[in-house]
C-alpha cells in the first residue's frame, strides 16, 4: 500500500464515521421518544388491570369465551415483534433465538416488523400473516383481530406475545407473554387491595368480555412500544460502537500513513546519498 | 362542598386529572351524571360527549371513544380509547371527513372499508355534535 492509498481508505472511513454518528444520534432521540410513549401508556394499562382484577374475582369463571380453555386445537400462535429496519446489533436475532426451539413444532406466527419474518421463514416457521407497515403501532387492531377470530374459531390452543423487553438503555430482554386464554395470575401479582364491590352496568359478562378484549390489545400495543424503544436503543449502541471503531481504524491508519510518508523520504534521502557517495568517490 | 377527583386517560396520556363538581357521560345504557358520592359503579362507555362541570358552574365539553368508567363516590377514572377538547377538532376537517365517510358508505361494497367508513362517520359525528356545545368562558 502507498500512501495515497492510505489516504483514500481514512476518507472513507471517515465518512462511515459520520453515518454511523448521525444515526446514533437520530436512534437516540427516536429512543427517548418512544421511552416517553411507554412511560404515557402505563396509567392506562394498569387502571385496566386493575378493574379487570376486581370484576373477575366476582364473575363466574367460564363468564368470558376468554378465559375458558381450548379444547381439542393443538397448534399455537405466536405473536412475534421484532424491527423493520436492521443495523441493531443483535435485537432481532435474540428474539429469534429465543423462540428457536419451536419453530418446528406446530406453531403458527404473526409476526410484527419486516425482520421477525424474514428470519423465522428462513428457519422454516409458518408465517400466516405478517404486518410490517411503516408504523407498527397502526397494525395493533388487525393483529388483535386476526389473533381473537382465529382462536374464537378453535384453532389455537393458546395466543402468545413475544417481543424484547425494555429493561435499560443498555438491556433488552426477549419475553413471552400468554394473551389467550386470559390467566389471571399476570394480574394479581402487584395489586394485592381489597376487592372493591361495583355496581356492574349493563352486566358483568359483557364488561368482562370487553375489558379483556381492550386489555389484550393494549398489552399488543405495549409490546410494540417496548419493543421500538428496544430497537433504537439497540441501534444507539450498535451506532455507538461503529463510530468508536471507526475512531480506532482512523487512528491506526493516520500512524501507517505517517510510517509510509517516513519511509519514502528516508528512501529518497538514501538514493540522494548513495548517488552523492558514488559520484565523489570516483 | 364535597368533589370529584376526575381523571381522564387514553392509552396516549392522562387528559384530564382535576377536580369537578360532576360529570356527564353516555354509558351503554343511557346518559347518566356522576355526583359526589355516587355509590360504586362500573360501566360501559360508547362514543359521546362527555360533560364536565367545575366550579363556578364553568362547563367543559369533550369528544370520546369507546370506553370504561370506574368510580367509588371521590374518584372518577374514564378509560377511554381517545379524548378531544372542542379546540383540539378543526371542524373543516371534521366536516370533510364526514362526507368522506357518507361517500364511501354510498359508493363501496368492500365491507371492510364500509366498516372503517362507518367508525369515521360515527367519529365525526360525535366531533360535530361537540362544536355545536357552547363553548367554555375563558376566566
Known sequence: ?282 | MQKLHLKIITPNKIVRDEEILSATVETAEGEITVLPRHMNLFSLLVEGVITIRGERNSEDHLAIGGGYLETDGNHLNILVSRAYHQDEIDQQLTQKALEQAKKILTTSKDDQERHEANLLLRRSLVDLKLLKKRRPRTH
Open chain 1, 1 to 282: 500500500m502507498n500512501v495515497r492509498q492510505v489516504g483514500k481508505k481514512i476518507k472513507s472511513v471517515s465518512n462511515v464515521k459520520k453515518i454511523t454518528n448521525a444515526m446514533q444520534l437520530v436512534s437516540a432521540v427516536k429512543m427517548k421518544k418512544a421511552q416517553q410513549r411507554a412511560l404515557e401508556g402505563r396509567p392506562y394499562q394498569e387502571l385496566l388491570e386493575e378493574a379487570i382484577y376486581n370484576i373477575v374475582g366476582k364473575a363466574e369463571k367460564n363468564a368470558s369465551e376468554l378465559l375458558k380453555l381450548k379444547q381439542g386445537a393443538a397448534k399455537k400462535l405466536s405473536i412475534v415483534v421484532t424491527s423493520n429496519k436492521g443495523l441493531c446489533g443483535s435485537f432481532n436475532v435474540s428474539v429469534i433465538r429465543f423462540i428457536a426451539k419451536e419453530i418446528q413444532k406446530d406453531h403458527e406466527f404473526v409476526t410484527i416488523g419486516k425482520k421477525g419474518s424474514i428470519l423465522i421463514a428462513s428457519l422454516g416457521g409458518n408465517v400466516i400473516a405478517d404486518f410490517s407497515s411503516l408504523d407498527l403501532i397502526e397494525s395493533v387492531t388487525a393483529v388483535f383481530k386476526i389473533a381473537l377470530e382465529r382462536y374464537l374459531a378453535g384453532e389455537y390452543k393458546s395466543v402468545s406475545l413475544i417481543y424484547n423487553k425494555f429493561i435499560s438503555t443498555l438491556r433488552y430482554d426477549p419475553v413471552q407473554k400468554q394473551l389467550l386464554p386470559f390467566i389471571m395470575s399476570e394480574v394479581d401479582q402487584d395489586s394485592k387491595k381489597e376487592l372493591k364491590n361495583y355496581e356492574l352496568e349493563p352486566d358483568a359478562e359483557t364488561i368482562l368480555d370487553a375489558l379483556l378484549k381492550s386489555f389484550i390489545e393494549e398489552q399488543i400495543r405495549h409490546a410494540i412500544v417496548e419493543s421500538e424503544a428496544g430497537e433504537h436503543s439497540a441501534r444507539m449502541i450498535a451506532m455507538q460502537n461503529a463510530t468508536d471503531n471507526a475512531n480506532n481504524v482512523i487512528y491506526n491508519l493516520t500512524l501507517l500513513k505517517n510510517k509510509l510518508r517516513q519511509q519514502s523520504i528516508t528512501y529518497e534521502l538514501l538514493d540522494m546519498i548513495t548517488a552523492k557517495e558514488s559520484v565523489e568517490s570516483i
